[in-house]
């Protein structure tokens, strides 16, 4: 089987054969069918975010599970799943039975179960995942079963990119009608929280990027009105004028990016929140004056892949696409086999891309 | 009438004469009975927080309404009242979502002089109320009838201290019965945060200081456990008493970047860190958002306990009267104004939770 193997930061990934080994207890080897190229994976891949190297890169994923280990009661061989990084949870915890089992004590790291032909390990890259094989192996809490006609496409975008937008708009910030919405970041997870926001009923809901052409496709998305925070001299006074002078109810920050972090609560109104759901490389800080979260009491925060309840959200989020509500089509760029995997990753580097999507046979 | 002045920083008040502006329709002039001294004028005094000079500070007031506004209706003279300085227009947008705290139009300063020295030179009244005077000219919403038998230099303390550390607990966060409560610095907002999280029924309820004494103080206002920030496993001594995952709230009273970031360690998975202490304006809190983001922690603040003055003084009023609140316990001394220096350097050493200043 194939993978596409990180062997060094900031290198091209190399396409080459993998081994794997069978799944042990609770786990499930997935034959993978699609998985999207997430920003993560390449913040990954330049080292930005740490993690093992060698390793297989490839979070997004969905396939079919082909084996499952002891003890697995919650999928069978043969059925379509997508595979994320969130944790269904072990259903034990303090996390898991008060209703948060995305923060799950017991998820535990994922161990390595790929390795190259010559024995070295392989760890996942941005997430336990290892999407980006043929086959990979996950803990059965990763997994959510999807319809058997459901286009697997569509669906390993949903494990990441959809969850976390949709999430942090539902599940976190818990967005009310008539609230105001400023999403920082119009890509893939950006988009997400643009149309989760319009779903509940959020107005104005703005959308602030750098590219005119990804501030369009936000008014596709559902984005009333835009800022171009290149162009316009001073996008939080430009933000504070479409919310009366006040400043947004809800910010979310969809880049990976400390001073996009900043911004944010200063485009927040008193009492506002900003959620931070763009992972911001570790070395990368914010600064902040000492009464500039006190005077107006503005809330910052953070969310790990949409505080997701797999088996509540993902069912959830299919009928809100199948209905119509949710756009899932219009998020995919490309569509690249595993062995083009650098060209489909320069291509969303250079913010050309939404998703590209690596297909599998 | 007599004031203290601050005329340079970081040096001595002077007390001296000063005139009062005529009483506007909507203002209220207060004969001051007591001022509490707070943390915040020794950072004004000391050029730590912004504004200009020379002004007068104290903003922890009570006292006698001595006369009122064509306009105004809540207040009578001879009515004693709490003195605050959360200003409120009442039309805003946060006044008419029920945060008047939050008022657009609070710091907006007065169209005329509030104060000005005998030869006639403006007066800033910090907080637009100038407390370290005889007497006082404020807007109507600033004031709080109180009943009569509630005494003064007490009734005082619940204009800022109190009710920055009791709501910072009740309203800001809304702390709930069971949930673990941290509380960083056990001086005069941090034991009003604690007496807030005991109340509520909070538990744990952890005092974080490093002074034992105010430990053993935290202990009297109802903190279960005392944990001293100098030990070097303070962070995890608090994921010890809250079941290994870090507190649910964490309330940061002390004005001190160094004990935010020691508070976002305190906090669990989806905890919350609420300052409510001012740190010196010239402190910057650097964070790594990473920290924020898989934990799902939240940093926020809270200004003043997020108080609701016509709504929570009187509540207020009503625990010390049926003995819910300590207050008694919050003076340390009291001083005439003359004395007001050494009531400040008393404060400055940390010997006091309270000192007031009785006219």
């Known amino acids: ?361 | 009438m007599k004031a203290a002045i601050c005329y340079e920083f970081d040096t001595p008040l002077k007390i001296e004469e000063v005139e009062l502006a005529p009483t506007g329709a909507h203002q209220v002039r207060v004969r001051i009975e007591a001022t509490a001294i707070c943390h915040s004028d020794i950072h004004d005094i000391k050029g730590e927080l912004p504004g200009p000079r020379p002004f007068v500070g104290g903003h922890e007031s009570a006292g006698y309404v001595a006369e009122t506004g064509d306009a105004v209706t809540s207040v009578r003279p001879g009515d004693p009242v709490v003195v605050s300085l959360l200003k409120s227009c009442g039309q805003c947008y946060y006044c008419l979502t029920g945060m008047p705290h939050l008022c657009e139009k609070m710091m907006a300063p007065p169209a005329v002089p509030l104060m000005r020295t005998k030869a006639g030179q403006p007066l800033v009244a910090k907080g637009n109320i100038g407390g370290f005077a005889e007497a006082v000219l404020v807007d109507e919403s600033q004031v709080v009838k109180l009943p009569p038998e509630m005494p003064l230099d007490r009734a005082c303390l619940l204009a800022c201290g109190v009710s920055t550390g009791f709501g910072g607990v009740v309203n800001r966060a809304k702390v709930r019965a069971l949930q673990s409560v941290v509380v960083i610095g056990a001086g005069g907002v941090g034991v009003n945060a604690i007496q807030g999280a005991a109340y509520s029924g909070a538990d744990p309820v952890i005092a974080v200081d490093v002074l034992e004494k105010k430990l053993e103080t935290a202990k009297a206002f109802g903190a279960s456990h005392a944990v001293n920030a100098k030990s070097n496993d303070a962070a995890e001594q608090v994921r010890r008493l809250t079941s290994g995952r870090g507190a649910d709230w964490v309330f940061v009273t002390v004005g001190s970047v160094a004990a935010i970031k020691q508070g976002l360690a305190m906090a669990g998975k989806r905890g919350s860190v609420v300052i409510i202490g001012l740190p010196p304006v010239k402190d910057t809190l650097t964070i790594a958002p990473l920290e924020l983001i898989a934990s799902e922690r939240t940093l926020t603040g809270g200004f003043m306990g997020s108080t609701n003055l016509r709504v929570d003084i009187p509540r207020l009023v009503g625990l010390y009267r049926a003995g819910r609140l300590k207050l008694d316990e919050l003076i340390t001394e009291r001083f005439p104004l003359a004395k007001i220096n050494d009531a400040i350097a008393s404060m400055q050493r940390g010997d006091a939770l309270r000192n007031v200043i009785v006219f």
Do not use: W
């Not at chain 1, 190229?37 to 190297?53: A, K, M, N, T, Y």
């Not at chain 1, 043929?134 to 459901?150: G, K």
């Not at chain 1, 485009?267 to 800080?285: F, N």
């Open chain 1, 1 to 361: 089987m194939k993978a596409a193997v990180c062997h060094e930061f900031g290198k091209p990934l190399s396409v080459e054969e993998v081994l794997l080994e069978p799944p042990r207890e609770g786990e499930v080897k997935v034959r993978v069918k699609a998985t999207a190229i997430c920003h993560s994976d390449i913040h990954c891949i330049r080292g930005e975010l740490g993690g093992p190297v060698p390793g297989i890169p490839g979070h997004e994923t969905a396939g079919y599970v082909e084996e499952t280990g002891p003890g697995v009661t919650s999928v069978r061989p043969g059925d379509p799943v997508l595979v994320t990084t969130v944790t269904s949870g072990c259903g034990q915890c303090y996390y898991c039975t008060i209703g948060l089992p995305h923060l799950c004590e017991r998820h535990k790291p994922r161990p390595f179960h790929h390795r190259t032909v010559s024995g070295q390990p392989l760890g996942s890259m941005a997430g336990p995942v290892a999407g980006l094989a043929e086959y990979t192996v996950v803990s059965d809490r990763q997994l959510a079963v999807i319809p058997a006609d459901f286009p697997m496409d569509r669906a390993s975008l949903i494990s990441c990119g959809v969850l976390t937008g949709y999430g942090a708009v539902f599940n976190r910030a818990k967005v009310q009608p008539l609230s105001s919405v400023v999403v920082v970041g119009t890509g893939g997870v950006g988009l997400n929280a643009i149309q989760a926001a319009a779903l509940a009923g959020a107005r104005p809901v703005i959308a602030v990027d750098i590219l005119d052409s990804k501030l369009e496709m936000a008014r596709a998305f559902g984005a009333t009105q835009f800022v171009n925070s290149k162009k316009e001299a001073d996008p939080i006074k430009a933000v504070r004028q479409m919310t009366a002078g006040r400043g947004a109810d809800f910010v979310f920050i969809t880049v990976g990016s400390a001073a996009a972090v900043k911004q944010g609560v200063f485009m927040s109104a008193p009492r506002g929140m900003t959620v931070i759901i763009g992972l911001v490389p570790m070395k990368d800080q914010v600064c902040f004056g000492s009464f500039d979260l006190i005077g107006g009491e503005r809330v910052l925060t953070g969310c790990g892949g949409g505080s997701a309840r797999l088996s509540l959200d993902v069912p959830r989020i299919i009928e809100l696409y199948r209905a119509g509500k949710l756009m899932l089509d219009e998020l995919i760029t490309g569509h690249y086999p595993l062995q083009d995997v650098n060209a489909a990753i320069e291509s969303t580097e250079k913010g050309q891309a939404l998703r590209n999507i690596i297909m599998f046979d």
